[in-house]
């Protein structure tokens, strides 16, 4: 979604300010720009497209200034174009804005009756006439940013300059993320640290209503009564060779080889009595919710499947952007638990909210430890899967999948839980395994789903959590039309698009129903659709008349499996991608991080 940057730098601002927004590229967006301040003038360049019309625009006509702010948009209100992209500029101010201005229509009908002319379709610009009208009332700066926030209703980070302060850089953040970061070489603001990874040495979060002002030698931050805050700063724990690809041609690629090791940090994370969050919670609640959405929301419908079953504890998945919405009965004996890659997921933090007003305890399963998510919820796991660039979660979704079967195991029956630890802590090898499998997946994703224009995947239990992942990635990065569906309820509906050669991605395991898909691979063989199988030595021997081509991956256990094949659902989609040559880390319209509802 939309990334900020700003910088008051030694020297020129233009490299760093580059630099960030092409490490918030991943993020996804459709315009970008940027604007410096110098010599009591502002110099803007903005470009609908990718940074390198950006770039273009800025080696013919180069603007100079030490001080700074960029912007990478993500269209919401207003369709990509140079008008719409940010900065706004209006008189002797520049804005760049992330998140929804609520009140936008209402303050620009006030502002154009009194005469401003706006020059965009978004919301943002409202915040550049609002600073300048109070800086044209004779406010100082200062005051005036603080009287502009307060005009503003919604969810918002925003990054400012003025010339009537020409050596500051205003910030604040209001429910969406905005980091302090300094260095060796200037002081910089950005929406997502990753921007800041080779510049900060240390770094500030701004907290819910902060604004800050930052200058030369640093910086001040002043709650939203106005008061000054005082923090310790963090050390910059990214380094910036995290935000590269490491020698593979996409970051999905490079993310998906680092599974295992992620599979690894997320096994040996603890889980435990010191941050007040115990297994008796899990035990004792009335209900368990897990919720988040799109594969974050697939790996809660993962764990419903394990905590039931190994547990015995009432568990159930929800899609969060409809839990607030639909009324859900709820008792504070319940335990709420949100998924989240980026922790900043807005339908996934309005749940949170909507369950802290019902009482309802929360607990947040996050990989941006210093997100919004973890910092709301009562007690806040990370997953341990460091730093993903790709916009599609590979590594993250694993890692949730495993940290959430070690809550399921942390209050399984005993007779359960011990086959299923040992099952869970060889995952890091047999995942290793699985990546040796790339080649088999590369065919047949190559000879039978990139051809199509339809794919259906299937799955029971856990696995049909599996299915979904797999019809959503290849969906969102190959563009292959897909459904995810309980393989049982293919006969109820979705049987009707089998024809002759649709691929038919079957998630079956060898276990318990196994002989269930059997039936139902029958039916699709009977129908002339191509069987592709993800399963392993035992299903694969046993289904080898069906299929047009199975890929075997290392036998493993009730929870094991479906962790293995959802690696093996992505390396699928992304082979998909590729034969169809399309560049998987930038799904199109899709944002890493989805800080609107
Ligand atoms: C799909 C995908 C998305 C995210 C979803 C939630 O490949 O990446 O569906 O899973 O947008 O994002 P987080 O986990 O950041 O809340």
């Known amino acids: 979604m939309c ?32 604007a410096l301040l110098s010599e009591g003038t502002i110099e803007r360049r903005r470009a609908k497209g990718d940074l390198s019309a950006l770039r273009e625009l800025l080696r013919r006509n180069p603007p100079r ?11 919401t209100h207003g369709a990509p174009s140079e ?12 804005i760049v804005h992330n998140g929804i201005i609520e009140n936008g229509g209402a303050l620009k009908n006030a502002l154009r009756e009194k005469g401003a002319i706006f020059t965009s379709q978004t919301d943002s610009e409202v915040i550049a006439h609002l600073f300048h ?5 004779g406010l100082a700066a200062e005051d005036a940013f603080a009287k502009t926030l307060e005009s503003l209703e919604g969810a918002f980070a925003i990054a400012a300059l003025t010339c009537s302060a020409p050596n500051s850089l205003f910030a604040a953040a209001r429910r969406s993320p905005l980091v ?14 990753l921007a800041l990874a080779a510049e900060a040495e240390s770094l500030i979060h701004l907290e819910d209503g902060e604004r800050a002002r930052l200058t030369r030698e640093g910086f001040s931050i002043l709650n939203a009564e106005g008061r000054a805050v005082k923090r310790v ?41 010191e ?41 159930r998945a929800e899609i969060a952007s409809e839990f607030r919405h639909r009324g859900a009965a709820l008792s504070k004996r319940d335990l709420a638990v949100f998924v989240s890659q980026s922790g900043e997921t807005a339908d996934t933090l309005s749940a949170l909210r909507h369950c802290e007003r019902e009482g309802v305890p929360t607990l947040a399963l996050v990989n941006v430890v210093e997100s919004t998510m973890a910092r709301l919820a009562d007690w806040t796991l990370s997953i341990g899967a460091g730093p993903e660039i790709g916009v599609a979660s590979t590594k993250t979704l694993i890692c949730q999948m495993i940290l959430l079967a070690r809550l399921a195991l942390s209050v399984a029956k005993p007779a359960e839980a011990k086959e299923a630890r040992e099952d869970l802590s060889s995952l890091p090898r047999k995942l290793q395994e699985a990546l040796a499998l790339s080649e088999a997946l590369r065919a047949m994703a190559k000879d039978y789903l990139a051809p199509s224009d ?6 029971r239990g856990a696995g049909y959590a599996v299915a979904l992942e797999g019809a959503l990635k290849c969906k969102e990065i190959a563009y292959i039309p897909s459904d995810g569906a309980p393989a049982g309820e293919m006969k109820h509906g979705p049987i009707a698009l089998i024809q002759e050669k649709t691929p038919v991605v079957v998630v079956a395991p060898y276990d318990r129903l196994f002989p269930k898909m059997l039936s139902n691979m029958e039916e699709i063989a009977a129908r002339g659709g191509y069987l592709c199988l993800l399963t392993d030595a035992e299903g694969a021997a046993a289904s080898k008349d069906l299929t047009r081509a199975s890929v075997a991956l290392p036998a493993a256990g009730e929870i094991g499996a479906p962790i293995l094949h959802a690696l093996a659902a992505q390396m699928l989609a992304y082979h998909c991608a590729v034969a169809l040559k399309h560049n998987p880390d930038r799904p199109r319209n899709l944002a890493k991080s989805v800080t609107v509802e």
């Open 180 to 193: 302090i970061g300094r260095g060796g070489a200037g002081v910089y603001v950005a929406s997502d640290a």
């Open 233 to 273: 700063p963090k050390k910059m724990a990214l380094q910036s060779e995290e935000a590269s690809k490491g020698g593979r041609r996409f970051f999905m690629e490079k993310e998906i080889y680092e599974t295992p090791e992620a599979a690894a940090r997320a096994l040996a994370v603890p889980i435990g009595e």
């Open 3 to 34: 990334g900020i940057v700003g910088a008051i730098a030694d020297g020129d601002a233009i490299p760093f300010l580059m630099k960030g927004l092409s490490r918030l590229e991943y993020r996804g967006y459709d315009s970008a720009g940027v």
């Open 83 to 94: 008008k719409n992209a940010h900065p706004h500029i209006v008189g002797e101010t520049a």
């Open 65 to 75: 200034g030490a001080i700074g702010i960029g912007h990478t948009r993500w269209a």
């Open 275 to 315: 941050d007040g969050f115990s297994a008796a919670r899990m035990r004792d609640a009335r209900q368990i919710f897990f919720l988040g959405c799109g594969s974050a929301f697939y790996a809660g419908l993962a764990a419903s499947c394990w905590m039931e079953k190994l547990a015995g504890v009432s568990a």
């Open 454 to 459: 339809y794919v259906l995947y299937l799955g």
């Open 133 to 137: 009208a109070f800086l044209a009332d």
